[in-house]
T-cell receptor, first 115, second 113 residues
Framework: DAGVIQSPRHEVTEMGQEVTLRCKPI?????LFWYRQTMMRGLELLIY????????DSGMPEDRFSAKMPNASFSTLKIQPSEPRDSAVYFC?????????????FGPGTRLTVT | AQTVTQSQPEMSVQEAETVTLSCTYD???????LFWYKQPPSRQMILVIR??????QNATENRFSVNFQKAAKSFSLKISDSQLGDAAMYFC??????????FGAGTRLTVKP
């Protein structure tokens, strides 16, 4: 089992550019979560999907952020346009169930730096 | 390979009693940080407690304390006087200067009235 796969592992971009983060959940998991970790705000849930459908996107900071899950094995988190305050580590996690009390398996994270 | 292991998928405790959640980790670093996060049904992550590896004294935050055993690479969370509001998923996490955060898979804590 390869675990949750995220790419890229590191991304450095200039302000105003579009950034796309990618996640491949564990096969057979039907829930996927995107988190953002910053020094100021700690670890925040941005959005989660159940069976490819966004269930709760209330954590998405603003319209510049969008997430998609076109199929059960792939999700993207896009920031357009990017800003320096978006610099953070973005984690993807997957779970067998959308219920809040199931184990989540985290990916290694993508470290985003916006200059 | 899993860096952080939580061997208890589920735990249950009676209200007002004490419960201990286990966590082990694997690292070759000597300087690192360990965390326990709580995720209630709202799904937002709440930092419960953190421990710096260079500190020998176990961290405490009110009813929450840790038993940090550096040689054994063990970092357990003790919740005293458990309350109904403590029911949640608890995630153990590790971070070093060379590694981004790594999480365990979580332990579901149920508190019985």
């Amino acid at each position: 089992d390869a675990g949750v796969i995220q790419s890229p592992r590191h991304e450095v971009t200039e302000m105003g550019q579009e950034v796309t983060l990618r996640c491949k959940p564990i096969s057979g998991h039907n829930s996927l979560f995107w988190y953002r970790q910053t020094m100021m705000r700690g670890l925040e849930l941005l959005i989660y999907f159940n069976n490819n459908v966004p269930i709760d996107d209330s954590g998405m900071p603003e319209d510049r952020f969008s997430a998609k899950m076109p199929n059960a094995s792939f999700s993207t988190l896009k920031i357009q346009p990017s800003e320096p305050r978006d610099s953070a580590v973005y984690f993807c996690a997957s779970s067998r169930s959308g219920q809040a009390d199931y184990e989540q398996y985290f990916g290694p994270g993508t470290r985003l730096t916006v200059t | 390979a899993q860096t952080v292991t939580q061997s208890q998928p589920e735990m249950s405790v009676q209200e007002a009693e004490t419960v201990t959640l286990s966590c082990t980790y694997d690292t070759s670093e000597s300087d690192y940080y360990l965390f326990w996060y709580k995720q209630p049904p709202s799904r937002q992550m709440i930092l419960v407690i953190r421990q710096e590896a260079y500190k020998q004294q176990n961290a405490t935050e009110n009813r929450f304390s840790v038993n940090f055993q550096k040689a054994a690479k063990s970092f357990s969370l003790k919740i005293s006087d458990s309350q109904l509001g403590d029911a949640a998923m608890y995630f153990c996490a590790y971070r070093s200067w060379v590694d981004d955060m790594r999480f365990g898979a979580g332990t579901r804590l149920t508190v019985k009235p």
